[in-house]
């Protein structure tokens, strides 16, 4: 099925916590429903963000400026806390994937 034909998602009928991927994705022109329903969403007040997705986002900022503008901007997003129980969890999980030869790193190349 090309790109243009899958079906955008669902609309959020509460709010959620949005990963960096989609993030990133809904800025793809070549998912133009993903951004549709992503500017809805955030339209809405449905997005919702954390310190880990905060500070992915702002490393993919081309410059220091860039970072600035787009850190400011997500600070008018809900912020969930991350307590220090999840950022252990989320180092467990990179370690456990990191051991089957996966990556963060690698997986944003292929994004």
Same mark, same amino acid.
């Given at each position: ?16 916590? $949005? #990963? ?7 800025? #793809? ?9 992503? %500017?809805?969403?955030?339209? @809405?007040?449905?997005?919702? *963000? /954390?310190?880990? *997705? ?8 081309? %410059? ?14 809900? @912020? ?12 467990? *999980? ?11 790193? /690698?997986?944003?190349? $292929? /994004?």
């Amino acid at each position: 099925m090309p790109l243009k034909d899958v079906p955008a998602p669902r609309r959020l009928e509460q709010r959620v916590l $949005i #990963d960096t991927a989609v993030w990133t994705w809904a800025r #793809d022109r070549r998912f133009p429903q993903l951004a549709t329903w992503f %500017n809805d969403a955030v339209r @809405s007040g449905r997005v919702l *963000v /954390c310190d880990m *997705v905060v500070l992915e986002l702002v490393r993919l900022a081309a %410059n220091e400026q860039r970072s600035q503008e787009l850190a400011a901007r997500l600070a008018s997003f809900e @912020s969930i806390a991350m307590p220090g129980s999840l950022w252990r969890r989320a180092r467990e *999980v990179q370690l456990l994937l990191a051991g089957l030869g996966i990556s963060v790193a /690698c997986r944003r190349q $292929i /994004c």
